[in-house]
């Protein structure tokens, strides 16, 4: 049986410095993985705006805002799909967190993670926990049509507070 592209995606590993990168989040604005250094930052990596798993994905993760916030961690939205696209996306899905355009060059900061389906020309589903200091320590790669939830952030989020501080804020995850 052939292999779907995207099927042996190599994920950077946790260890490896994040690759900074600078996206659209508007037609006229734009963010900087580096603009968030010194707090954790949490990677979603997901194939497209409007599909029904993306937009229940997004819409879990715009209601464990205030979960992430606890950990000082900022949520970042990542696809191929314009800035167009995610404005309108973002409205209608009363999104809070910001959705990043890797629309040109197409899917470029989705390669330099690994979380690029080549042949199918989006991003894999892909998470990834990134530390204060800008290296990964978490990543998990999601099945296409399967909504990987916050559970597993949630957790990677734990660790890094509690290494950090001994402390996690709470360790029972509503979502």
Known sequence: MAKRPGQDSKL????TKAPDFTLHVTPDQTLALSDLAGKPVVLAFY???????????????NEALSEFEQYGATILGISVDGAWCHDAFAKARNLHFPLL????????????????????????RALFVIDRDGVIAWNFLSPIAVNPGAEGILDALDRL????????PDSSHAA
């Open 12 to 15: 950077l590993s946790p260890g």
């Open 47 to 61: 194939p497209a705006d409007w599909s029904p798993v993306c937009g229940d994905q997004m819409a879990l993760y």
């Open 101 to 124: 355009a890797d629309f040109e060059p197409k899917g470029a900061v989705a390669r330099q993670y690994g979380a690029y389906r080549e042949g199918d020309g989006f991003c894999q």
């Open 161 to 168: 507070s509690a290494e950090r501080t001994g402390y996690a």
